[in-house]
Each structure stands twice: as C-alpha cells, then as structure tokens.
C-alpha cells in the first residue's frame, strides 16, 4: 500500500471518529447500546451461573425448594377496598375545600 495512501486513510478514520466523537445524538445511541448490552451481558451470567455442573463422581445436589403457591383470591377483595377507601378520602377532600373556600373573604378565587 502507498504510504500516502495510508497516510490519507487514517487521517479519513481520524475525522470520521472526531465528527463521531462529536455528534451527541450519536455518542447517546452508542450509551443506550452500551447500557443495555450491559444489561444483557449481567442476565446472561446469571443464568449461566445457574445452570447445572456437569454431573460427575460426587455427592448429589440438594432439590431445590417447591414453587410458591399462587396467591390467594383475596387481591380482588383488597383492591375493591382500598378503592372504596379513596372514594371516601376523595370526597372528605372535596367537602374540606368547599369549606375552606366558602370561609376565605370573597368566596372562591
């Protein structure tokens, strides 16, 4: 290769990567990709270090623990509760400011 061939080549790289360098919609994409592959990267290691050893001359390994059971069939219960309880403090609510609003001077603002 020609020497100033070369040389014209990576004076090109060298201002592509500057301009990359430069361009901040470009170095927040490169973040993005960066952070999930990062992501990625720590999900795999985890699952990996949960695969089983080869099974070799050696004591078994324990079983694992049950699955948890499925939650019981009072959420629908708790929630419709919770929900009639906001319905109360939202009306306490409205009946204070009316309050305070018909006690202020020149009534409401």
């Excluded at 960066?34 to 990625?40: D, H, I, M, S, Y």
Aim: charged fraction near 30%; glycine fraction near 6%; avoid cysteine.
């Amino acid at each position: 290769m020609d020497e100033n061939l070369a040389k014209d080549f990576v004076a090109v790289w060298q201002s592509e990567l500057a301009a990359m360098a430069a361009d901040r919609e470009l170095r927040e994409q490169w973040i993005a990709m960066l952070n999930l592959w990062e992501r990625v990267a720590a999900a795999a290691a985890v699952l990996w270090s949960h695969e089983a050893a080869p099974r070799g001359p050696g004591p078994a390994q324990p079983p694992r623990a049950a699955p948890a059971a499925a939650a019981s069939g009072h959420g629908m219960d708790e929630i419709e509760r919770l929900s009639r309880r906001v319905d109360d403090l939202e009306q306490r609510l409205a009946e204070l400011l009316e309050r305070w609003d018909s006690a202020r001077p020149g009534g409401v603002v």
